[in-house]
Nanobody, 126 residues
Framework: VQLQASGGGLVQAGGSLRLSCTAS????????LAWFRQTPGQERESVAIISRGGQRTYYADSVKGRATISRDNAKKTVYLQMNTMNPEDTAVYHC????????????????????WGQGTLVTVSS
């Protein structure tokens, strides 16, 4: 599967942004999906994860209450809605996918993901 992320840009502190990641290929519903972010010199960190069926989500403590991950299997798209953004949210955001069984737990380890989008830059100005 190939992933294409979009929606990044410049936003003022306190503002909102919605990132999208659209997949090509088949069997999108068989994938657990995640958003990671990375800043220069830092390791890639998980932001939000959604299970295959969409019932289970996970959020990093740094975005909990401000972020919502969702998926539309018909459109083969995963979204990340970020609200009340702050300069610490500035990063390149990557979407990722891994094929799992339905009951698989979510994983926040980048190494567990087989497919990655190219990244979209989000800059939050103070």
């Amino acid at each position: 599967v190939q992933l294409q992320a979009s929606g990044g840009g410049l936003v003022q502190a306190g503002g909102s942004l919605r990132l999208s990641c659209t997949a090509s290929g088949h069997s999108f519903s068989r994938y657990s999906l995640a958003w990671f972010r990375q800043t220069p010199g830092q390791e890639r960190e998980s932001v939000a994860i959604i299970s295959r069926g969409g019932q289970r989500t996970y959020y990093a403590d740094s975005v909990k209450g401000r972020a919502t991950i969702s998926r539309d299997n018909a459109k083969k798209t995963v979204y990340l809605q970020m609200n009340t953004m702050n300069p610490e949210d500035t990063a390149v955001y990557h979407c990722a996918a891994r094929e799992v069984i339905l009951s698989a737990p979510n994983s926040d380890r980048p190494d567990d993901y087989n497919y990655w989008g190219q990244g979209t830059l989000v800059t939050v100005s103070s």
